[in-house]
């Protein structure tokens, strides 16, 4: 079943403004990864954040997670026509025994105008 | 370092064939897993691996299934196609496991008509 789901679904916006997504699960995690993917290639792992952590950064990119809410939200700023892609956030759930599934949202289109 | 490869890129089966796909992880990497991505189920987990045994499993039916080697290579092999397995099948690898970030390679993209 799919825990991970994104908000909004598609997101259209002008190079250089922000770009926010969100993502909301249904159970406890260890950690939430973000992706990102190019017209039905390969993933690319952007950022990881732990179960303790509140706010990660790397370049342009913030994630925050909020445990209590069991969401997530990616900000992207001074979008790119490049950030042009499908992002998906991944949940990583503790099962019996100690290992993990990932599971993954359906995603979200975002395409950056020139 | 090279990037987790993934052979072939493309291939069309027909109906009741059976089909193999292949994965060379990051060298290093011990976990390998598996996706089958479409359209109307999205991104969707099917196995990982890890020395050579199998540590989680999707929800998908046994004719989905697969095998890891010494080297860490791993492989997936469906049996009895079915239209609906015509997908982009995905493979990750990683140092130890699902709780750390995955390696993707380019996928397989396999039609089943």
């Known amino acids: 079943s799919q825990q991970g789901e994104e908000d909004p679904q598609a997101l259209s916006i002008q190079e250089g403004e922000n770009a926010t997504m969100n993502c909301s699960y249904k159970t406890s995690i260890n950690n939430l990864q973000w992706y990102r993917q190019n017209s039905g290639r390969g993933l690319v792992h952007?950022?990881?954040?732990?179960?303790?952590?509140?706010?990660?950064?790397?370049?342009?990119?913030?994630?925050?997670l909020d445990t209590s809410k069991k969401s997530s939200s990616l900000l992207i700023t001074a979008s790119r026509a490049a950030d042009t892609a499908s992002y998906f956030c991944a949940t990583?759930?503790?099962?019996t025994g100690a290992n993990s599934k990932l599971t993954f949202g359906k995603g979200i289109t975002l395409s950056v105008r020139p | 370092k090279a990037g987790v490869t993934q052979t072939p890129r493309y291939l069309i089966k027909t109906r009741g064939q059976q089909v193999t796909l292949s994965c060379s992880p990051i060298s290093g990497h011990r976990s390998v897993s598996w996706y089958?991505?479409?359209?109307?189920?999205?991104?969707?987990?099917?196995?990982?691996?890890?020395?050579?045994?199998?540590?989680?499993?999707?929800?998908?039916?046994?004719?989905?299934?697969?095998?890891?080697f010494s080297n860490s290579r791993s492989e997936m092999n469906v049996s009895t196609l079915e239209l609906g397995d015509s997908a982009l099948y995905l493979c990750a690898s990683s140092w130890t496991g699902l709780s750390y970030e995955q390696y993707f390679g380019p996928g397989t993209r396999l039609t089943v008509t």
């Open chain 2, 36 to 68: 089958q991505q479409t359209p109307g189920q999205g991104l969707q987990f099917l196995f990982e691996y890890f020395s050579e045994t199998q540590r989680n499993k999707g929800n998908f039916p046994g004719r989905f299934s697969g095998r890891q």
């Open chain 1, 92 to 95: 990583d759930h503790p099962d």
């Open chain 1, 46 to 64: 952007l950022i990881l954040i732990r179960s303790n952590e509140r706010e990660k950064h790397s370049g342009r990119l913030r994630v925050t």
